[in-house]
Each structure stands twice: as structure tokens, then as C-alpha cells.
């Protein structure tokens, strides 16, 4: 028997699908961050640990994945020669690195026009209207992912200081935030010393939760997060008719604080990411010899 594998990559989490040739899905594992631009050598262990789980799951051999190929969708493969050097380290008989939007629009719209906004721990959007897409934002943690869980962390960290100094009114949230770092601002900088996207987006829960209380700095920094995601979305210049997908760990948190003219078009992926990789996987791995 033959496998292709489809395998899923960002800040927080790296999913890998072993998958028949034909698209069968076997089974599904998950590993930790694979987004190659902030952790090359630490994404590629993810992927292997997730491809290798998955071979476990499907009661195979993760001895054949060597001659297994792999299409990737990563975070971070958008820009500089990252997805150059991992193909060229990966243990798959070939590895073919996509962007993490293109995987999750063909599983979200499959070949129809229309557009996705992933929204986890970073943001990226995809738009394809005749056959042609165009990507916004993606552009990373330092300078872009504007409204994603690492930058609603990373601002709920800024907000708690501001307070903590009297610039700004502290909170609930803000003390809260404070309490995790024992009460002292010192360890609040310490930990963005060392803090990937990740870490910082898992702070984005708190700011929901408390939101959804009437906590004013919560309210702040999502408000800030809804109107870059919208000034986003405005850009991609949607049609009548033209569907959006959210995608990503925060789409169900995002979509009821979206204003309405975007909620009415927003409709459910056909599938998720996952299913979008293992479905290129095989578009592009059809015609090419299999090993078992």
C-alpha cells in the first residue's frame, strides 16, 4: 500500500493526515509549532513528529516515510528562502511547501472563488475570483498579523504595564494578567525576552473571556483586533456572491464581533486546512511513481 501525506503548520500546533493515494484519509496526528520562519529547526521536528504519529495512528510503519511524499502548508513560508532550506532537510521522498492560506482555501472553497481569513495565532487572507488568488497579510509576529492571538496577547502584556505604571486604567484583565507573573512587571519583560507567537498568543483567551464580562481594557484591545481584521477583509474587495471563510482557532470568537455586512456572507468551509493539503497532496503527487 501507498501513502501521501498532507501535513498542516503554524505558531501553535503542526498537523499531519496520512492519506491513500486517492485522497483516503487513514488517520490524523498532531504535534507542536512548525512555523518555519521563527523556528526552522523546530518546525521540522514538529513535522516529522506529527507525520510519524500519524503512521503510528494508522496501525503503519513509520519506517516508510521516506518513501512517502508530503505537501506542507507552513506559517512563514511566504517570505526569505524558508521553504527552500526545509524542503531540502525534510525525510519525505519529496516535500512540497505551500502557504499555509493556500491549503486552507482549497479546503475551505475547494476550485470556487471566494476568500479566507485565517485567524489563529497569526492572520494571513487569501482571496481567488477567476481562477485567481491574491494573498493578504501573512507578512509575520514582528511587523504583521494584526488582530491574531499573538498580537491580542502580546497587546493584553503592553496594556497590563500601562496600567501597572498609571498610564492607563488597570482591570480585572490587567490584574489578572499581573497575577500570572506573581505581581511584578520584571517577569512580564523577562518572559517577552524568550516568547515565541505562541506563548504570547496564549494570553488571547484571557482577553475573550473577560470581554465577554464588560472588561473595558478586554473590550480595548478586541475592538483594536476587529478593526484591523475588517480593514483586511475591505481590501480583498469581496463581490456579490463571493463567500468568506474563517478559519482558525479564534474564527468562532471573531465571527459574532464581526459587523454584519461580513457575518452574512461568512459561510462554513467545506473542509478544514488538513483536508485542504492532503487534497493538493494528491493533485500533485498523481502522476508521479509510488513506493511500498
Known sequence: MTFVLGIDGGGTSCRAALATPDGRILARAKS??????????????????????????????????????????????????YRRQLEAILPFSRAVVETDSAIALEGALGPADGAIAILGTGTAYLVRQDGRTRPVGGWGFLIGDQGGGARIGRDLLEETLLAYDGIREASPLTNALLAVFRDNPRDVVEFTTTAKPGDFGGFAPMVFDHAAKGDAVAAFILDKAIAMIEASLDVLDLRPGDPLCLLGGLAPLIRPRLSERYQAIVREPLQDALGGAVAMAVRTFAAEPTHG
Do not use: K, W
Open 32 to 81: 507542536g509549532a512548525a512555523n518555519i520562519r521563527t523556528d526552522l529547526t523546530g518546525a521540522r521536528a514538529s513535522i516529522v513528529e506529527a507525520a510519524r504519529l500519524a503512521f503510528v495512528d494508522a496501525g503503519e510503519d513509520p519506517a516508510l516515510i521516506p518513501q512517502t511524499p508530503a505537501l506542507l502548508g507552513l506559517a512563514g513560508s511566504n517570505v526569505g528562502t
